[in-house]
DNA sequence: CGAGCCATTGAATGCCATCAATTTTAGTGG
DNA sequence: CCACTAAAATTGATGGCATTCAATGGCTCG
């Protein structure tokens, strides 16, 4: 800590800087124009959550919105016979904490060091009736989270697993490309139980099913975390 | 067709009559009071699909808004090589057709003659301006829609044919409950052709598992698609 | 460099799918 | 109302893909 203007390294602090934040363009804020975006400034707040930490548990009650700047989260949900389900994966641009209900149904937790803009729910909904557009906005990416969704539906119902994991491998590199990133090598956020649990099948599988993707020169393993889609144009074809 | 003032029973036709709909309550337009769901009244139309038909198709624009007022609806999705997945079954008070997509990317089928009520997108989208709540309103809806989209995944991911039948059940159940129907007993609207699909099961294990439950006292059949769950109550406990 | 976790590979089991046949239901017309 | 027919549902026999159980290999990080 060089200067005295330096801010003590807390997990919560203000300013976030929305007018060169690096998701803006596809993040909710970014339908504000610059005038307009200082107000939503002052509402928000920088939240800083360590790899493996939660962000909110099943059962908390909804009072914060998150956008998120940088990392990954995965969302999951429990039963109460501790069996566990990854329901979804969230990236940069996300906006995270929607619900119909008062209560969480899932949990949320950082896959890396993961960056948050924060939001006090009844601040951002006063918010709302200033700037309707804005509640469009936050309409349209959950709009886009239930296609998605409705997508894995169709992945756990009538995919193998083969396919399981080059549709997902499409779906991060796409999700790349949004945030334009290359689309081609992809890097996995999460270990290979994450990716299983969230796939509907076995830690087991999803190893012996990328050793023959790799053997069928369809991906290029870099490490264990890192793949090159060989003809990455040619998957889309055999699946959808 | 007696009097004069009688309209000829063509599928469209205007005057809704709001104010007495039966599924005012949970719909929608349940949140605009009896002055202003005057407004609403004028810019919908009726529309009756018989069983069976489509109400639109995956590929065709978004260019109309739904709510189904009488019957039931399946939304399913095809792949490329024409395997086909159910990801939703809607009902009475259900909002139909929003998309962040200007294509459909589902089809709409009518499991049973259904009444619909019909707006025009842009038109609707004009109203919303007028009547912000509207649109919050309808952003709920589709974050239930989300929620209920993540259980169905839970399911598809982690349960057995048994569990999957017993909490498609248990939904059926709670959404009659929600139109103020009773709970218990339930009925089935589509074939088991259909249950099989969006359960990520077979025909045949549907049957199978059905015969099972009956043998284990868990539920009676009245005919093919009237089901009594004998102990409702204890059934939840042993999923979610 | 070693400890512990993560990933990979192997062998055997099991649940649901597939293939096949029968029974029941529902719809139609006599 | 009943016979007739086609579709839907059920039941049986067999098989396959992914799981489960088990062991080995390979990172990563103190």
Known sequence: MKHPSCRPSIVTK???KCAQCSVRLIA????LEDKDILQLETI???KNIPKGNSIFLQGDEVKTFYNIKQGSVKIYKL???GRKQIVGFMYPGDFLGMSDQDLFTYNAEALEDTKLCQFNKTVLENFFLKF???ESKILNLVNHELAAAQDQIFLLGKYSAKERLLQFFLNISSQREKLGWGGNPIRLSMPRSD???YLGLTIETVSRTLSELKKDQIIKMIGTHDIFLNNKDQIPQYLT
Do not use: L, T
């Open 14 to 16: 203000n300013n976030p």
């Open 28 to 31: 909710f804020c970014g339908i």
């Open 44 to 46: 928000s707040k920088n």
């Open 79 to 81: 039963s109460h016979d």
């Open 132 to 134: 309707p557009k804005v």
């Open 195 to 197: 990716i299983a649990n």
